[in-house]
C-alpha cells in the first residue's frame, strides 16, 4: 500500500493529461526521472459502461513505480463503482479531476464545476474513500473563475472528505493558460492544509521547480506542458542543471518513445499506425523546445519563442511547426531516413506554420 505522503516528499509529478499522458510517453518520463506518473482523465460514467477505449486509460506498465489514474464523475453511484475498478487493476492511488475547463465536461457537473460545489466535492471524496483502500487525492485550481477564487473552501472540503493529498493548479478555469500560475495560492493551500500538496504551474526549467518550492513550501511539484514540451524536464528536475540537448540527442529520445511505443501498440501495420497518430501529435510540443536564451534569460512556455535562431539545419528542421514536418518527421522515426527521402521543404508564408498548442 503506498504510504502517499513519503512518496510525494520532494517528488516530481507527471501531470495527468488526455493524450500526453498515453502508457509509452509516462515510460519515457519515468525512465527520464519522473517519480510520480499519472493517467489520462477518465470519466466515471464510461468506464463502468464497460467502454474498452476508458479502460486503456487505466492500464498500468509492469514498471510504472507510483501510478495514479485521475478519474472525472460527478455521481457518487458511478464513482464508487469506478473507484473499485481502478483500484482493482493496480493504480497506486486515485485522482478525483476537479479542474478540467472543457464545457462538455463542467455542463455535466464534471471537472472544474465542482469548484461551484465544495460540499458536494466533498461528498464525493468521502464516498470514493469508503469504496477503496487505496489513496484518495484531489485536483483543483484557484476557482471557477476570478470572481469566485474559493480555493482554501475547496481544499478544506476535500480534506474534510478525506482527500490524501490536494495538486493545485494555480490558475482559474477562464484563465486557461493567459496568466502566470500563481504559487503564493499554492503555497496559501499548502500551509493550511494537513495533506501534501502539489503545486502545478508554467514548470519548464529546474529554476522553476526551485522557485516553486520556495514559494510554496508544498511537498511536490506537478509538471505538464513542460513535459510534453522536453521530457528530460524530469533529468534535470534531479540535477537542478539546465540542459542543452544536440538535435541527436533529442532524436535519440524519440527513438525511444519509438520503442516504448512498439512494444506497447504491437509492432504491426495497426500498431504503427496507432503510434503515428501520437507522434504526430507529441511533435507538436517537442517542436517548441528553445534552450535558455544566449542572453541568460528564460524563455516562457505560453508563446511561442520569437527570436530563436536555430544553431543547425537540424535543429531548425526540428523547430518547424508544420504537418509537411511533422509528417516527415514521424515517417523518419518510425522507418528511417531512406523511406522518410528527402526533407520536404519550408511552407510558402502562412502554409501550414501552427500558432495554436493542440488541445488534450
Ligand atoms: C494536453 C493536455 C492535456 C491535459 N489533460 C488533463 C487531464 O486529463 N486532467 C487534468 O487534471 N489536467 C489536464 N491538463 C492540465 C494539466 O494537468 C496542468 O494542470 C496544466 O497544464 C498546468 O500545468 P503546466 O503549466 O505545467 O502545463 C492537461 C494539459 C494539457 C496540456
Redesign the pocket.
Known sequence: MTNLREVLDGAVVM???????NLPYRRLCQELGADVTMS??VVAHNLVKGSKSEYALIKRAADERHFAV?VAGSREDSLVEAVKVIEQRGASWIDL?C??PIESMTRKGLGSSLLQRPTKLGRLVAAMKAAVSIPVTV?IRLGYDDDALNYMTVARAAVEGGADAIGV?G?TRTQR?RKL?SWEAVGEVAAAVPVPVIG????LFPRDIVRGREVAKCAAV???????IKPWIFREAKTGVDEDPTPEERLALYRRYVAIGLEHFGDDERGRKRLRGFLEWHLQWWCRHVPRRPDGTYPQ?QEREEHFSPRSEWEAFLWRNDPAAHQWLATYLLDGEAAAGPRPPLPEAGGGERDE????
Not at 501531470?15 to 499522458?21: F, I, L, V, W
Not at 502545478?200 to 514548470?203: L, V
Not at 498548442?357 to 488534450?360: C, N, R, T
Open positions: 501531470a495527468p493529461m488526455t493524450k500526453g499522458g489520462e482523465m485521475q479531476n479542474g478540467c485536483k493548479h490558475r493558460y500560475a502545478n504551474g508554467d514548470i506537478m509538471i505538464a506542458r513542460g513535459a510534453l512556455m498548442m493542440p488541445e488534450g
